[in-house]
């Protein structure tokens, strides 16, 4: 496959621009096509494709890099790099067509061994995106066609395949967004996707340039993505009221009056996000008794929480994750808040009349204040907390959340509801938070993983539900809309239920 004449001096022009961003210049834009789009947000912390999880790092490889498939805003299947698919009736093979004519940013040619290349190396590096994928091979046998072979049927594969950590890495690039010493500093942020990047100042801020070779000319109008790492929530909010940013999302509800009254579009985005409150129940911690759990859901009122911290704009949840967006997968549970029963739990499983805990809370959509006033309801339950308040990047990339006894974590929406059991709470799961292993849950949940028929899956769901209720180590108090806001100039934005996964193509930005 030849490459076309233009390639050479389009390549030129972007290695000119590394170089001169990297000597600290301006560089202006080559056209005047969609203007620049500038967005505050916290600052990555993993950028590993493989491995960062969370908004800033999802959006940051989203700007370089394509997934075979995209996840619309409606949960739907789009095709990116990939054309289509197929399964075999046994639902073991997957056969995936992949688009011809494609180009890393680098010049180099996207093909099926990229695909290979990516997909071994989740398996290789055990990156959490394989809770979702499970057990499989992959070959090419041609240059536009992967096969993935399972060892038995996971009627979700296809949102593995499309999940976001599973971005197309070239081949060529063995520690892909690893920084050189040099002028080649950025040489291994090269993907096939919409956006290069030219400038990387960690914890300060990114600057990506349109892609000029993107393998879908048309879709891409903005000449510029500025991504501006603030990690204070409220000085995000003042950095879009002065007009310092554009774009801002997660922002907490009771700023947007705020918003609003500085004439500012907020957009409101119904999600299965949700706050997890959860508590360790591994070998020597005290969750580990059953007791301790049904003393912390009985200590919460939920209802009173969404009303003081959500204006009562959420659906008030139960004691796990399927939310209401996925329809009859939603145990609408009641989880009553009971003061005195929690109180007399305490006492049967310590002996003790109190039990305090050090409450570790991410810093993010309001979640201080959410922490606070179940502070103040968990007092009357005889349960006393410290509460700790942990930035977002810093919470999430060094992996404190993961360690803390007590903590509070923010899980944004995902497409599928097996997602969340897969990733945080089957025995062994990536982000098993809590450290939960439940022989039932562990089998109802790899049930559903074979199930297509959407009732019988319901059915396993409400299961698992009835599980979480009764020995569950978690609270949901609520399912939340995500809450973003935009400048004016603004156009053609829709953003995802997973923030992090909003796709700015079709985007611009008047001046």
Same mark, same amino acid.
């Given at each position: 496959?030849?490459?076309?004449?233009?390639?050479?001096?389009?390549?030129?022009?972007?290695?000119?621009?590394?170089?001169?961003?990297?000597?600290?210049?301006?560089?202006?834009?080559?056209?005047?096509?969609?203007?620049?789009?500038?967005?505050?947000?916290?600052?990555?912390?993993?950028?590993?494709? &493989?491995?960062?999880?969370?908004?800033?790092?999802?959006?940051?490889?989203?700007?370089?890099?394509?997934?075979?498939?995209?996840?619309?805003?409606?949960?739907?299947?789009?095709?990116?790099?990939?054309?289509?698919?197929?399964?075999?009736?046994? *639902?073991? @093979?997957?056969?995936?067509?992949?688009?011809?004519? @494609?180009?890393? =940013?680098?010049?180099?040619?996207?093909?099926?061994? +990229?695909?290979?290349?990516?997909?071994?190396?989740?398996?290789?590096?055990?990156?959490?995106?394989? *809770?979702?994928? *499970?057990?499989?091979?992959?070959? &090419?046998? /041609?240059?536009?066609?992967?096969?993935?072979?399972?060892?038995?049927?996971? &009627? +979700?594969?296809?949102?593995?395949?499309?999940?976001?950590?599973?971005?197309? !890495?070239?081949?060529?690039?063995?520690?892909?967004?690893?920084?050189? $010493? #040099? $002028?080649?500093?950025?040489?291994?942020?090269? #993907?096939?996707?919409?956006?290069?990047?030219? /400038?990387?100042?960690?914890?300060?801020?990114?600057?990506?340039?349109?892609?000029?070779?993107?393998?879908?000319? /048309?879709?891409?109008?903005?000449?510029?993505?500025?991504?501006?790492?603030?990690?204070?929530?409220?000085?995000?909010?003042?950095?879009?009221?002065? *007009?310092?940013?554009?774009?801002?999302?997660?922002?907490?509800?009771?700023?947007?009056?705020?918003?609003? =009254?500085?004439?500012?579009?907020?957009?409101?985005?119904?999600?299965?996000?949700?706050?997890?409150?959860?508590?360790?129940?591994?070998?020597?911690?005290?969750?580990?008794?059953?007791?301790?759990?049904?003393?912390?859901?009985?200590?919460?009122?939920?209802?009173?929480?969404?009303?003081?911290?959500? +204006?009562?704009?959420?659906?008030?949840?139960?004691?796990?994750?399927?939310?209401?967006?996925?329809?009859?997968?939603?145990?609408?549970?009641?989880?009553?808040?009971?003061?005195?029963?929690?109180? &007399?739990?305490? !006492?049967?499983?310590?002996?003790?009349?109190?039990?305090?805990?050090?409450?570790?809370?991410?810093?993010?959509?309001?979640?201080?204040?959410?922490?606070?006033?179940? =502070?103040?309801?968990?007092?009357?339950?005889?349960?006393?907390?410290?509460?700790?308040?942990?930035?977002?990047?810093?919470?999430?990339?060094?992996?404190?959340?993961?360690?803390?006894? !007590?903590?509070?974590?923010?899980?944004?929406?995902?497409?599928?509801?097996? =997602?969340?059991?897969?990733?945080?709470?089957?025995?062994?799961?990536?982000?098993? $938070?809590?450290?939960?292993?439940?022989?039932?849950? /562990?089998?109802?949940?790899?049930?559903?993983?074979?199930?297509?028929?959407?009732?019988?899956?319901?059915?396993?769901?409400?299961?698992?539900?009835?599980?979480?209720?009764?020995?569950?180590?978690?609270?949901?108090?609520?399912?939340?809309? @995500?809450?973003?806001?935009?400048?004016?100039?603004?156009?053609? !934005?829709?953003?995802?239920?997973?923030? #992090?996964?909003?796709?700015?193509?079709?985007?611009?930005?008047?001046?």
């Amino acid at each position: 496959m030849a490459i076309p004449a233009p390639r050479t001096p389009r390549l030129l022009a972007v290695a000119l621009v590394v170089m001169v961003c990297l000597m600290g210049l301006t560089v202006l834009p080559a056209h005047a096509q969609g203007g620049t789009l500038t967005i505050g947000t916290n600052a990555p912390v993993n950028l590993d494709p &493989a491995l960062g999880s969370n908004d800033p790092e999802i959006l940051f490889n989203r700007m370089i890099y394509d997934y075979l498939f995209d996840v619309s805003v409606t949960n739907e299947i789009v095709p990116n790099l990939a054309s289509g698919y197929e399964v075999s009736e046994d *639902g073991l @093979v997957y056969t995936v067509t992949l688009l011809p004519e @494609v180009w890393f =940013q680098d010049g180099t040619v996207f093909d099926s061994e +990229d695909v290979v290349y990516t997909f071994q190396r989740l398996q290789t590096i055990e990156s959490p995106a394989l *809770g979702l994928l *499970g057990e499989f091979t992959v070959e &090419a046998t /041609d240059a536009t066609t992967v096969v993935f072979t399972l060892t038995s049927p996971n &009627a +979700d594969f296809i949102y593995g395949i499309a999940g976001r950590f599973a971005f197309i !890495l070239s081949s060529e690039i063995t520690e892909p967004n690893v920084l050189i $010493e #040099g $002028e080649s500093a950025l040489a291994n942020f090269t #993907g096939t996707g919409p956006f290069i990047l030219v /400038d990387y100042r960690p914890g300060e801020s990114a600057t990506f340039v349109r892609n000029d070779i993107y393998h879908m000319p /048309d879709a891409v109008l903005l000449d510029e993505v500025i991504h501006v790492y603030i990690d204070d929530p409220l000085a995000q909010v003042d950095a879009l009221r002065s *007009g310092a940013v554009d774009f801002i999302f997660k922002v907490p509800v009771d700023q947007v009056a705020v918003l609003e =009254q500085a004439g500012l579009n907020v957009l409101n985005v119904a999600t299965n996000q949700h706050p997890v409150i959860r508590i360790r129940t591994a070998e020597g911690f005290r969750g580990e008794d059953v007791r301790i759990r049904q003393a912390l859901k009985l200590g919460i009122d939920r209802t009173e929480l969404n009303e003081l911290t959500q +204006d009562g704009l959420a659906t008030v949840g139960n004691n796990d994750p399927i939310g209401p967006l996925y329809g009859n997968y939603f145990a609408a549970i009641d989880a009553p808040y009971d003061p005195e029963a929690a109180c &007399a739990l305490i !006492l049967e499983a310590t002996g003790e009349e109190r039990i305090s805990f050090e409450f570790y809370v991410v810093d993010a959509l309001g979640y201080p204040d959410l922490a606070t006033v179940m =502070q103040q309801q968990w007092e009357a339950a005889c349960i006393d907390v410290e509460i700790l308040v942990r930035p977002e990047n810093v919470y999430y990339g060094d992996n404190e959340w993961l360690d803390a006894e !007590l903590g509070l974590t923010g899980w944004a929406s995902r497409p599928i509801p097996q =997602q969340y059991l897969l990733e945080a709470y089957v025995t062994g799961a990536p982000f098993n $938070e809590s450290n939960f292993s439940d022989a039932d849950v /562990d089998a109802l949940a790899a049930e559903a993983a074979l199930t297509v028929d959407p009732a019988a899956r319901a059915e396993l769901y409400q299961q698992i539900a009835a599980a979480f209720a009764e020995r569950g180590p978690i609270i949901v108090p609520f399912f939340a809309p @995500v809450i973003g806001a935009t400048t004016a100039r603004v156009q053609g !934005l829709e953003m995802n239920p997973f923030p #992090g996964l909003t796709d700015l193509r079709g985007v611009s930005v008047s001046e």
